[in-house]
């Protein structure tokens, strides 16, 4: 479904992404772990084109990107397909909780606001938000601010969800509320690429592990061969360390 052939990323004279392939099949769920560093996050924004790879190829479904020869209407295309749930939220303060789902919704959708609306309650309900409809963000804790930016992603029915590390920003004790709602939505079997750094999570949800350091995929696999018995020195490192500051 998801194709990710030969992407590279530079800022200027530090190369981020090293060539990266990834496959992900629909209703996968996808972990990518990884240090800080290690471009997950600027592949997810690769993915979704807020980052423009120098070089490669990203195909969904029938559609075929070359991003070393964008256009904008391919970039528009590759932009519906996904959509991305963010560290820090994202949400336009000044606008309420339902009007920051329904925004996308009207302004690249083109749908009425009464659908929109229609669509927006659907998917706050799912979120365990209903009862926030008309809260500005500031109201919000962040584990709602974060569940709204779901609903937002949700809303838009693409073909793949982006999460980039979605409960770093959040107090420890609001990271299960949205572990909750994710784990949900994987059960729905909506296809989804999520970089985090909850192992717990990782290994109960995804049905794909991969890790990346350096720019480069070390290694990938079931989550039982990652975390059970992963062949790469630097992947035990990496887990070992985890594992051990968890503990601490």
Do not use: W
Not at 55 to 64: K, R, W
Not at 127 to 136: E, I, Q, R, T, W
Not at 142 to 154: D, E, F, H
């Amino acid at each position: 479904m998801i194709t990710i052939t030969n992407i590279t990323k530079s800022f200027g004279n530090t190369e981020v992404l090293k060539g990266i392939d990834l496959k992900v099949e629909k209703g996968d769920v996808v972990v990518i772990l990884g240090p800080s560093g290690s471009g997950k996050t600027t592949l997810l924004r690769c993915i979704n084109y807020l980052e423009k790879p120098n070089d490669g190829e990203i195909s969904i479904g029938e559609f075929t990107m070359n991003c070393k020869h964008p256009n904008k209407q391919g970039i528009l295309t590759l932009r519906k397909k996904t959509a991305m749930v963010f560290q820090n939220y994202n949400l336009f303060k000044h606008k309420t909780v339902i009007e920051n789902v329904m925004e996308g919704l009207m302004i690249v959708q083109k749908k009425s606001k009464e659908v929109a609306r229609q669509i927006s309650l659907q998917m706050l309900e799912k979120v365990g938000l209903a009862n926030k409809l008309d809260a500005f963000p500031s109201q919000l804790s962040g584990g709602q601010q974060q569940r709204v930016g779901i609903a937002r992603a949700l809303a838009l029915n693409p073909e793949v969800i982006l999460f980039d590390e979605p409960t770093s920003a959040l107090d420890p004790e609001l990271v299960g509320e949205v572990l909750e709602v994710i784990r949900n939505i994987a059960m729905e079997g909506i296809t989804m690429i999520v970089v985090t750094h909850e192992m717990g999570f990782a290994r109960e949800v995804s049905n794909h592990v991969v890790f990346m350091d350096a720019g480069v995929v070390v290694e990938e696999g079931k989550p039982h061969e990652i975390f059970g018995s992963p062949r790469e020195e630097r992947t035990k490192q990496f887990l070992k360390r985890i594992t051990s500051n968890h503990i601490a």
